[in-house]
């Protein structure tokens, strides 16, 4: 393969080149195979929309390394995947997230208030990781002198290198945030509060009370992407922002349409840029047929940038008003949090445009070595 084309997500510099990559992908190998690292990638919007929805030939379980350990969502098929979710999914009505934005709006203006214009700030530290990690962790239980360590092991599970097994990358920190989880079920097995932790311990599904492994994969699960993507999402617009300042421009003006914008943050920059399946059975697509047992990546960023969807999709346009896009997935497996990491990201653009509408990049912010994840590790700006 070496003087062919390559996909390949572990390679240090794929960020670098992302849109070309997956502009190759739709249009030359919209199935296309990397022998070498052993996975199958599917690139066209509709044809990853389909396939987020067959159940009956694409699964999750089993399908990641280090990911059987504990029954994550994520990595779930029905109808366990449907017990559990149907039980956690409680805290994330509409209703629930939309009663939250007061306290998250009092959130960010406490992290804004630390800065001044004319200061130059590290933002990913300072705003992008603090505000959704402080909600997560309060939402789960985890008492406040214990958040910051915490939340750092879960931004470590996603730095990854081409030549270290997954399940060897993440055993460290994987570790140590299971260790914070049994702490916390056994604090609240003795002292029930009002939060997420408490009410997972008393559950029950068709009169069965959960496991301390389902509880602890859920939690896992949940810290990591109610955290670290939405730290992403509101990092990626920042850096997204400033490279477009007419349309930074617009929406301080115009603050109503910051909602529309995170659509399109997500869609042109999705925090997860695939999500990998498991073939159950033989599965056809473009003239080639994907053995059963395979593994099989469904790379939202590449279908997300599809022309055959989206008018000018290589165009970043806050006014964009896109029907569907596959940042959060869909299907099954459709986000859970995809409601409060909304209202997260809007928050914080309405208070950071007010505060700081001149906000400037101070140097051009580097790409976190991750196979999956689209973020920056730091973000300086003047503001």
């Given at each position: 393969m070496s003087d062919a084309f390559v996909y390949d997500p572990f390679d240090p510099d794929f960020h670098a080149t992302s849109h070309e990559t997956y502009r190759t992908l739709r249009d030359e190998h919209p199935l296309y195979e990397n022998p070498d690292r052993n996975f199958w990638a599917i690139s066209?919007?509709?044809?990853?929309?389909?396939?987020t929805i067959d159940h009956e030939e694409l699964g999750t379980e089993g399908?990641?390394?280090g990911a059987s350990l504990l029954p994550m969502l994520n990595y779930l098929d029905s109808p366990r995947h449907d017990r559990l979710r149907a039980l956690v999914s409680r805290a994330f009505t509409f209703r629930r997230v939309n009663e939250m934005e007061p306290h998250v709006r009092r959130i960010a203006d406490e992290l804004l208030d630390d800065l001044s214009t004319g200061?130059?700030?590290e933002l990913v530290e300072a705003f992008a990781t603090p505000l959704p990690g402080r909600i997560i962790a309060e939402m789960i239980g985890v008492p406040e002198s214990r958040r910051g360590a915490f939340l750092e092991q879960s931004r470590r599970m996603l730095v990854t290198h081409p030549d270290v097994a997954i399940a060897d990358?993440?055993?460290e920190?994987?570790?140590r945030i299971y260790d914070e989880f049994r702490l916390l079920i056994d604090e609240r097995r003795r002292a029930p509060q009002q939060d997420l932790m408490s009410a997972l311990l008393e559950a029950e599904v068709e009169g069965e009370r959960l496991s301390d492994d389902e509880i602890l994969g859920?939690?896992?699960q949940l810290i990591m992407a109610g955290n670290d993507t939405t730290t992403a999402l509101i990092g990626n617009g920042l850096v997204l922002l400033?490279?477009?300042p007419e349309q930074k421009a617009l929406l301080v003006r115009e603050p109503d349409r910051i909602a529309d914008a995170v659509e399109e943050m997500l869609r042109f920059e999705p925090s997860a840029q695939a999500l990998p399946r498991r073939t159950i059975k033989p599965y056809s697509l473009h003239g080639r047929t994907i053995p059963p047992d395979a593994r099989v990546l469904l790379v939202w960023a590449a279908a997300n940038l599809d022309e055959r969807e989206f008018p000018d999709p290589e165009r970043f346009d806050v006014t964009r008003r896109a029907p569907r896009h596959l940042a959060l997935g869909?299907?099954?497996h459709f986000c859970l949090g995809a409601s409060l990491a909304r209202l997260e990201a809007r928050v914080a653009f309405e208070t950071l445009l007010e505060r700081f509408p001149d906000y400037a990049l101070a140097k051009q912010p580097d790409w976190l070595p991750s196979r999956w994840a689209r973020a920056h590790p730091e973000i300086h700006v003047r503001l």
């Open positions: 066209r919007f509709e044809d990853v929309w389909q396939a399908v990641e390394e200061d130059e700030a990358a993440i055993r920190p994987s570790d859920f939690c896992f400033d490279h477009h869909h299907g099954i």
